[in-house]
């Protein structure tokens, strides 16, 4: 059973930082792109970053680049998203999600067959 269990959440002051964490199980972690979306209330889940299998590739959303650093160890089957200068539009609840589908598709929520149950971020101003 293919499973991915996010971490890492929580509350914090505007500025600060958290690192999540996504643990997967079930399959070869290596073989599959990762991605993080987002979603606030009231809005839709959005893209916020991707890594390829082998790690070599990212992709970010533009309001999130320079603060953002999505990276995997694929010994440990984890997936990680540090996030630094948090700001309150960043809260929402991160979702980490595994796709078989090709890097050009890495964007598309739709794409992602594996989701995690969702940790809250939320930023204070």
């Known amino acids: 059973q293919v499973q991915l269990v996010e971490s890492g959440g929580g509350l914090v002051q505007a500025g600060g930082s958290l690192r999540l964490s996504c643990a997967a199980s079930g399959r070869t972690f290596s073989f599959y792109n990762m991605g993080w979306f987002r979603q606030a209330p009231g809005k839709e889940r959005e893209f916020v970053a991707a890594i390829s299998g082998s790690g070599l590739m990212t992709d970010y959303e533009d309001s999130v680049k320079g603060r953002f650093t999505v990276s995997r160890d694929n010994a440990k089957n984890t997936l990680y998203l540090q996030m630094n200068s948090l700001k309150p539009e960043d809260t929402a609840v991160y979702y980490c999600?595994?796709?078989?589908?090709?890097?050009?598709?890495?964007?598309?929520?739709?794409?992602?067959?594996?989701w995690g149950q969702g940790t809250q971020v939320t930023v204070s101003s």
């Open positions: 999600a595994q796709t078989q589908d090709s890097w050009p598709d890495r964007r598309k929520s739709y794409e992602y067959d594996t």
